[in-house]
């Protein structure tokens, strides 16, 4: 009965936006699914020899990876999120946004500035070698080396953590922290046994996204040389020349997230903390003298120092020395290139966003939370395993179109699909469609149906109603969305590498392969651009955000 009932609940409210946001779901799912049934696939003789040799140090890497850079964004985002949030000290209001640019310098460009400025001939040998004839041990510089990946990825994505964190110690720790004061608990054990505790969803939502970017970087693993599962199929794929295997790796890595998915699921439901009451009391900063606040402020002016301040002054001073050869119109074309490629993807992005998150809200059933769930999933699954389900997929698609390209004149099997743009564009779908769509979802959730509930009544249709009631009112989340998208496609080197055509540069892809060059210098100007216009956006969202909760 409750099946009948769910299938007349469907088709009562089938439409063009329904048919939409599943097109939009299929886009999303069939990578993943290609990746998942090459599993099934008999593997050949590279698989083998990987398996045997390889795979096992492949995964070792990767996990000490992970679990060291976890380890310490935990340690330094929520120490960061704790000063901002409990604690006034010089510069508090400044740090408290200014923390989060780090996030606006990739880190594959981090990891290639500060390699060069700690080198034998870099800023800082040179330095203590000519202006304080100091002779250091090159031994204590070395950064390319797995503690070298773990300090950048920590240094890079703390933000994460730090973001989510102090915004849920700001809104909802007040009256525990206050209440464990007043009980006469000291700072220090406030921190470890009240704040770590209530803190924890914030904290495992944050570090999860770390988890993410670590798993889906390419740049500072292979820059590093570091054997991940990400570096592995890039070697698989480009240097074997073995896609099978390449999907095979990719299949592995995609069963490491879902595993780690179920590990954070089985933990959140073991322990969960929930308020006694609804009310909850924003956290009163307490004021710092003297040498805590000195204290206070130098940690966090070093922190800020080092992930943000310093490598991108570096950067311009590289600038200064190498735009002469980089701004040709060679370079001008490839921003043109990176600009509208990021452009045309997020235009789709938050389409498909919208439409999918319309029909969400005003239909509240089983088949719109799968919807939901389908259409973000994309985000969970690194950059190199959408690359090889994509590919996959379009290899297909030329297999299965052959018949129609040998009556246009274009060959027998032509790879006409697979060697075009297309498939970039819908690979930055398939990623970052959960970006437009949780903007989107939140801009919805602000509103609520009441207006649309009117407009409806009123006789006006679906999309009408959209135009006229919703989209006004949901203008600035549609901004965020296609802030956040944009910069997100635009720093994005896994996919862009994999899938580009021939001929076809990004700015990311050109950064690394100046750096992979050691053509650092030249490195810094296509830099700079990502990381100002990654700037820009995360202080326009900041604004944004501040006027839409005020």
């Known amino acids: 009965m409750r099946f009948r009932t769910a299938i007349r609940n469907i088709k009562q409210h089938t439409n063009g936006w329904l048919y939409a946001s599943l097109l939009g779901a299929v886009v999303v799912l069939l990578p993943i699914f290609t990746i998942f049934v090459s599993l099934f696939q008999p593997p050949n003789e590279n698989w083998q020899h990987i398996k045997q040799y390889l795979l096992q140090d492949y995964v070792f890497q990767t996990v000490w990876l992970v679990l060291f850079t976890c380890l310490f964004t935990v340690l330094l985002g929520v120490t960061l999120a704790w000063l901002i949030a409990a604690y006034d000290f010089p510069l508090r209001r400044f740090f408290r946004w200014a923390l989060v640019l780090p996030l606006a310098v990739p880190p594959y460009i981090a990891a290639y500035t500060y390699s060069t400025m700690l080198s034998y001939t870099g800023i800082v040998q040179t330095t203590l070698r000519n202006e304080f004839g100091v002779m250091p041990n090159p031994e204590w510089f070395g950064i390319m080396s797995m503690r070298g990946a773990i300090f950048i990825f920590t240094m890079f994505l703390f933000p994460y953590v730090y973001m989510i964190t102090r915004s849920y110690l700001e809104h909802q720790s007040g009256s525990y922290i206050e209440n464990a004061a007043l009980l006469g608990r000291k700072p220090f054990s406030i921190f470890l046994f009240i704040v770590l505790p209530i803190s924890r969803p914030a904290i495992v939502g944050g570090v999860i996204l770390v988890v993410f970017e ?10 590093y040389g570091i054997q991940t599962i990400s570096v592995a199929i890039f070697q698989t794929w480009f240097g074997m020349y073995d896609v099978d295997s390449a999907v095979r790796l990719a299949a592995w890595l995609m069963a490491g997230v879902v595993g780690i998915f179920v590990v954070e699921r089985l933990l959140r439901h073991q322990r969960s903390f929930a308020a006694s009451t609804s009310k909850s009391r924003p956290l009163t900063p307490k ?17 800020f120092a080092c992930s943000c301040l ?4 570096q950067l311009i001073v590289w600038a200064a020395w190498s735009y002469d050869d980089v701004l040709t119109p060679a370079f001008f074309e490839l921003t043109y290139n990176t600009i509208g490629l990021a452009l045309t993807a997020t235009a789709i992005i938050m389409v498909f966003s919208v439409i999918t998150a319309n ?5 509240s059933n089983v088949l719109t939370y799968v919807l939901a769930r389908s259409v973000t999933s994309g985000y969970s699954v690194p950059g190199a395993i959408i690359a090889i389900g994509v590919l996959a ?12 390209y040998a009556r246009m004149g274009l060959g027998k099997a032509p790879l006409v699909l697979s060697m075009s743009l297309v498939m970039l564009v819908v690979a930055y779908v398939v990623r970052f469609m959960a970006t437009g769509y949780n903007a989107v979802e939140a801009g919805f959730e602000k509103i609520g149906m009441k207006y649309t509930e009117a407009s409806r009544l009123l006789g006006l249709g679906m999309t009408k109603t959209f135009f006229k009631v919703d989209a006004p009112l949901i203008k600035g989340a549609l901004f965020s969305g296609v802030i956040l998208t944009f910069v997100e496609i635009m720093k994005e080197l896994p996919l862009a590498l994999l899938l580009r055509p021939f001929n076809f540069e990004t700015l990311a892809t050109k950064t690394y392969q100046y750096a992979s060059d050691e053509r650092i210098y030249e490195a810094s100007i296509p830099s700079l651009f990502i990381i100002g216009v990654s700037m820009v956006s995360v202080i326009v ?5 501040k006027r839409l909760n005020s």
């Open 287 to 303: 004021k710092l003298k003297g040498i805590r606040a000195a204290a206070a402020f130098m940690f966090c002016g070093l922190m």
């Open 310 to 313: 310093i490598p991108v002054i």
């Open 214 to 223: 670590v798993l889906s970087d390419y740049g500072v693993s292979s820059y």
């Open 393 to 404: 997929l379009f290899i297909g698609l030329d297999q299965w179109l052959a018949p129609l």
């Open 359 to 363: 029909v969400v809200r005003q239909q």
């Open 541 to 545: 969202f900041h604004q944004l955000g």
